[in-house]
T-cell receptor, first 110, second 109 residues
Framework: EADIYQTPRYLVIGTGKKITLECSQT?????MYWYQQDPGMELHLIHY???????EKGDLSSESTVSRIRTEHFPLTLESARPSHTSQYLC?????????FGSGTQLSVL | DAKTTQPTSMDCAEGRAANLPCNHS???????VYWYRQIHSQGPQYIIH???NNETNEMASLIITEDRKSSTLILPHATLRDTAVYYC??????????FGIGTKLQVIP
């Protein structure tokens, strides 16, 4: 089993709030990813990192930001949540190209 | 990463082999073929990968054509729990990992 953890599992929050979705892995993987997925729809890459102090935007434009200060930690932040941010957010880390996913955070912005 | 093409959906009878095709005609020499599946809203799960030889593990078999332009994932005895979206990805080196639409496999009782 992969040791990658996401918190919270579910989050319901009001418009305008600042939120941080946590993602941690204990496998020492350099590469980490954030994906966004709506029900029944495609997985979209929104951010990725190849290691400490490395962050890149993915294929889908996102108003979120990420940081990678430590190898094991890759948090995603929304400065001001909006209803359009309602979605599932999945974090993954990889050794080579074999991805390990967390359980996801289901975000609902009211 | 090389673009892959998969059928949008497939049905398979329970107990039968499910053969899921994938075209990756622009694959380069250092790119592997990876297969993942996603059940409901869980994170995708790794199934198998290969470079040019056929591969088999406890979950599935992967058949890659000699020219490497296409591959087939085989689930030898499909069960209802194999109903999922299956993704084929061709990737290598320090490329970012992106997923397409995948194939929605429905296993029918």
């Amino acid at each position: 089993e992969a040791d990658i953890y996401q918190t919270p599992r579910y989050l319901v929050i009001g418009t305008g709030k600042k939120i941080t979705l946590e993602c941690s892995q204990t496998m020492g993987h350099d590469k980490m990813y954030w994906y966004q997925q709506d029900p029944g729809m495609e997985l979209h890459l929104i951010h990725y990192s190849y290691g400490v102090n490395s962050t890149e935007k993915g294929d889908l434009s996102s108003e979120s930001t990420v940081s990678r200060i430590r190898t094991e930690h890759f948090p995603l932040t929304l400065e001001s949540a909006r209803p359009s941010h309602t979605s599932q957010y999945l974090c993954a880390s990889t050794l080579n190209e074999k991805l390990f996913f967390g359980s996801g955070t289901q975000l609902s912005v009211l | 990463d090389a673009k892959t093409t998969q059928p949008t959906s497939m049905d398979c009878a329970e107990g039968r082999a499910a053969n899921l095709p994938c075209n990756h005609s622009t694959i380069s020499g250092n790119e592997y073929v990876y297969w993942y599946r996603q059940i409901h809203s869980q994170g995708p799960q790794y199934i198998i990968h290969g470079l040019k030889n056929n591969e088999t593990n406890e979950m599935a078999s992967l058949i890659i054509t000699e020219d490497r332009k296409s591959s087939t994932l085989i689930l030898p005895h499909a069960t209802l729990r194999d109903t999922a979206v299956y993704y084929c990805i061709a990737i290598g080196g320090y490329q970012k990992v992106t997923f397409g639409i995948g194939t929605k496999l429905q296993v029918i009782p």
